[in-house]
């Protein structure tokens, strides 16, 4: 089973994935977790290509073409091998993301984006993903960090790649869960694991009926 975690910055998906990792993990489920960009050693260190706020300025293509190069390694070694030894692997971001930031937020043309994700991924698409949903001003004020380099982008580009991943969301209510992700963290973790045992339940009831 594949979960994943989208969202604009500081929204809680760090949060929320080691929560659930924790819920799902203490009842006996072998759990991975797991992010994007990133997941192996060659995807991390396209990740700090990616987001180091000092590194040389990335046209918009050249970002996404290594958003989806770190996609392809992280998704052929890590993902697929834990999903085929049965294990529920929980993702912070995912192909998702390059639609919401690179086409709705960069204006990149959103079906040539599709296209690349479907071959980076080699078709993989999760089970669920979970959209935790929040105004940016209020999600960036949660971030006590420095800034990364998608983090320096102004709010206006922030509210565009929101609207996008809430039309991604429209357009497949049947994968995607939206969540009002403003309340404390444990609140939002309850909706997100009552979620998940709705479809664990689903799954296993599938499986004793065949
Ligand atoms: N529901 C919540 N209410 C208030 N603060 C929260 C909540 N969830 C997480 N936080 C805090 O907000 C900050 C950002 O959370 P977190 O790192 O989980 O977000 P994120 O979506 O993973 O961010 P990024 O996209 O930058 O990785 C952290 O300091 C975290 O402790
Ligand atoms: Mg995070």
């Known amino acids: 089973m594949f979960i994943v975690f989208e969202g604009i910055d500081g929204t809680g998906k760090t949060t929320q994935v080691n929560l659930l990792a924790r819920a799902l993990s203490g009842r006996g489920l072998p759990v991975l977790v797991t992010r994007e960009p990133g997941g192996t050693a060659a995807a991390e260190a396209i990740r700090r290509l990616l987001l180091d706020p000092a590194g040389e300025s ?3 293509l050249t970002e996404v073409l290594l958003y989806a190069a ?14 085929a030894a049965g294990r529920v692997v929980l993702c912070d971001r995912f192909a998702d993301a390059t639609l919401a930031y690179q086409g709705f937020g960069r204006g990149l043309e959103i079906g040539a984006l599709a296209g690349l994700n479907a071959l980076a991924a080699g078709g993989l698409v999760p089970a669920l993903t979970f959209l935790l949903d929040m105004p940016p001003a209020e999600a960036l004020a949660r971030l006590k960090r420095p800034a990364d380099r998608m983090e320096r982008e102004g709010i206006e ?7 996008g991943y809430l039309e991604l969301a429209a357009r497949e209510p049947g994968r995607y869960r939206v969540i009002d992700a403003r309340p404390a963290a444990g609140t ?3 909706l997100v694991l009552a979620a998940v045992e ?6 296993v009831c599938r499986f004793s009926r065949a």
Request: no cysteine.
């Open 198 to 203: 709705e479809m664990l339940h689903e799954t």
């Open 157 to 163: 580009f922030y509210r565009q790649v929101r609207r």
């Open 58 to 60: 990335l046209e918009p």
């Open 188 to 190: 939002v973790h309850g």
């Open 70 to 83: 770190a996609r392809a390694q992280h998704v052929a070694r890590k993902i697929r091998p834990a999903l």
